[in-house]
């Protein structure tokens, strides 16, 4: 396994980004990339991209503008662009497609959205989803895209008052339900976090610098433009009515009301036409499935639902 790194403009025109290739040795079956969450960098993807190359899929992930190593300085961290900074987003994972499809042009391309990169990942697919040969909705939800409007509308106010680079608890505080009240959200209590049952894995993310600053109003509103969109039956209307789609999340995450979420969304995929749709909730997982203590069961079926329903629809269609 190699790995490598590159760096590209964002489409803010003045920021580098910083995108990482897990490549296996033999040339690759396939190529996954991945949307990484909020507040959060494409590192903490390693062990799934790694396991992922030892079975020949290449695997690829930038850094969102605002995270990671896609910054300028740790001073702008969670800082996105006031304009549309949703679409830079998702430009942003448009260029890295663009290049790895360049580099391995004859195999099939799925991409993969945890968390808000899969509210993204949704946005994405109506302007972007031709040719995937897949996509993977991971620790999604869907909330009414009126709700979403109302949140841009809070935002965009307290910018007014304070600019954009403020960091607000309040508007932070708006993303948490009430399906998040029976979970600890701050660390300290390792065995009952909203992350994760792994409590080595929740010590380790809450004491990462890069995991634990407060987005600024920027951040927000990239969020909760791509969370309105994603809810939108007029743009899930525009994703290929035929792309292979998994929708995964754990049981018990919040940020899917605990599988109601995801219903929803699978309801309002098939009430638009598609027909390419698995829906799996891992019982008992919390919000990050790949680093759950089953993660290894979770990393095998996303590999089995690959392999079956992507591989071959790039075959069949051939």
């Not at 799934?48 to 190593?69: M, P, S």
């Not at 042009?105 to 993204?120: C, F, K, R, T």
């Amino acid at each position: 396994m190699k790995e490598e790194y590159i760096t590209y403009r964002s489409a803010d025109g003045r920021t580098d980004i910083s995108a990482k290739f897990w490549l296996p040795e033999q040339e690759p079956l396939a190529v996954l990339q991945i949307a990484h969450g909020m507040v959060e960098y494409k590192e903490r993807y390693d062990g799934f991209a790694k396991w992922l190359t030892e079975r020949g899929i290449a695997v690829c992930a930038n850094d969102h503008l605002g995270h990671g190593d896609s910054v300028v300085s740790t001073e702008r961290w969670g800082y996105v662009t006031k304009k549309d900074p949703s679409g830079v987003f998702v430009e942003d994972m448009n260029e890295l497609r663009k290049t790895a499809q360049e580099r391995f042009a004859d195999v099939p391309y799925i991409i993969l959205g945890h968390s808000m990169g899969s509210y993204v990942l949704r946005k994405y697919l109506g302007i972007y989803g031709e040719g995937l040969a897949g996509a993977i909705i991971m620790g999604t939800g869907q909330m009414p895209p009126a709700v979403g409007k109302i949140a841009i509308a809070l935002v965009n106010c307290l910018a007014f008052f304070r600019g954009w680079k403020h960091r607000s608890r309040f508007i932070q505080n708006l993303t948490y339900d009430k399906y998040y009240k029976k979970y600890d959200l701050t660390g300290r209590d390792t065995s009952n976090s909203w992350l994760t049952k792994d409590p080595e894995i929740v010590r380790k993310y809450y004491s990462d610098p890069k995991c634990t600053y407060l987005f600024t109003l920027t951040g927000h509103k990239a969020l909760f433009e791509a969370v309105s969109v994603s809810a939108d039956d007029k743009a899930a209307e525009k994703i290929p009515a035929d792309l292979p789609m998994l929708l995964v999340s754990g049981a018990m995450d919040p940020v899917g009301a605990e599988g109601e979420g995801v219903r929803k969304v699978n309801e309002q995929l098939e009430r638009t036409g598609h027909t390419a749709v698995t829906m799996k909730l891992f019982e008992n997982d919390r919000h990050e499935i790949l680093n759950e203590t089953n993660r290894e069961d979770v990393y095998a079926y996303i590999y089995g639902w690959i392999m079956e329903k992507c591989l071959k629809k790039a075959v069949s269609a051939e």
